[in-house]
């Protein structure tokens, strides 16, 4: 089993910055593939980013590259997700997921889920 806790959400302006954490434990994390989601109100719960054990794999939601950066340190079991120019539109509840072995863009794949951390961004 393997549990996930999110934190640094909170409230920014728009065209401010964030970075979330993920911290992971439980049974040995060797070939965890990481991911962030995020779901806003009234919508579905999307792929936001995701990277491999070995950090050599990424992917990204097209409408967050070049914004956000997924990273993670093995050393400390957890995983960032760096988000510069927040937009309004990025307001929703960022989920860390972990699944093993390969990334991928689709929730239902992911076995494990954090709690959540609201990430508002006011215009």
């Known amino acids: 089993q393997v549990q996930l806790v999110e934190s640094g959400g909170g409230l920014v302006q728009a065209g401010g910055s964030l970075r979330l954490s993920c911290a992971a434990s439980?049974?040995?994390?060797?070939?965890?593939?990481m991911a962030w989601f995020r779901q806003a109100p009234g919508k579905e719960r999307e792929f936001v980013a995701a990277?491999?054990?070995?950090?050599?794999?990424?992917r990204y939601l097209d409408s967050v590259k070049g914004r956000f950066t997924i990273s993670r340190d093995n050393a400390k079991n957890t995983v960032y997700l760096q988000m510069n120019s927040l937009q309004p539109e990025d307001t929703a509840v960022y989920y860390c997921?972990?699944?093993?072995?390969?990334?991928?863009?689709?929730?239902?794949?992911?076995?494990?889920w954090g709690q959540g951390t609201q990430v508002t961004v006011s215009s």
């Open positions: 990277i491999s054990w070995s950090g050599g794999s990424t």
């Open positions: 997921a972990a699944k093993w072995y390969s990334i991928a863009n689709v929730k239902v794949l992911y076995d494990y």
């Open positions: 439980g049974r040995t994390l060797s070939n965890l593939a």
